[in-house]
């Protein structure tokens, strides 16, 4: 009798742990990197102080310019997410977009909107870097905003 319960446990372990590295492999796979492969995609990172009470700033990026960019629904749309320092009053605004041709179609629909209206009444962008290849008519109509732009070079994706 003991020698059956420990097969059976023996072979419960076993199945288990063929189980873990079916999963691990899946994960895995999903998960590949590649080495100096330029992805295309567009990073954009907006860094903005503001003097309204850090509630006013919340709501507006909660209810208004938030839902704004998730009701599009654009798969290119990677990434759009805020980081605030309420005592320094200051803010960070990650942009994420699967190439450049998606942060332009976004950037002629949204410039002069009523929502980046209000968004450049509440902020003062106070450094805006844009990393990745972007092309040259893009770049000049976002030049009053004073953009470092980053062409891509190596790394880990």
């Known amino acids: ?5 420990v097969t ?3 072979l419960i372990s076993l199945t288990n742990c063929s189980e ?3 999963n691990n492999t899946q994960t ?3 998960m590949k990197k590649e080495l100096n492969v330029n992805n295309n995609k567009v990073t954009v990172i907006v860094e ?3 003097s309204e009470n850090a509630d006013i700033i919340k709501k507006f990026i909660q209810d208004e310019q938030c839902p704004l960019f998730f009701n599009l629904n654009d798969p290119g ?4 997410e805020w980081f605030l320092d309420e005592e ?13 041709d998606v942060w332009e179609e976004l950037g002629n629909k949204v410039l002069g909107s009523p929502i980046n209206i209000k968004f450049r009444e509440l902020f003062k962008i106070e450094k805006l870097s844009v990393l990745g290849n972007i092309n040259e008519s893009f770049k000049t109509k976002i030049q009053a905003m004073n953009p470092i732009i980053k062409s891509y070079v190596g790394g880990i994706n």
């Not at 009798?1 to 319960?5: D, G, H, L, T, V």
């Not at 749309?77 to 759009?80: E, H, L, P, V």
């Open 28 to 30: 895995n796979n999903k």
């Open 1 to 5: 009798m003991k020698e059956i319960f």
């Open 77 to 80: 749309i990677i990434r759009f």
């Open 48 to 50: 903005v102080s503001y």
């Open 88 to 100: 320094e009053k200051t803010g960070t605004l990650i942009e994420v977009f699967e190439n450049s």
């Open 20 to 22: 873990v590295e079916k």
């Open 8 to 10: 059976l446990i023996f």
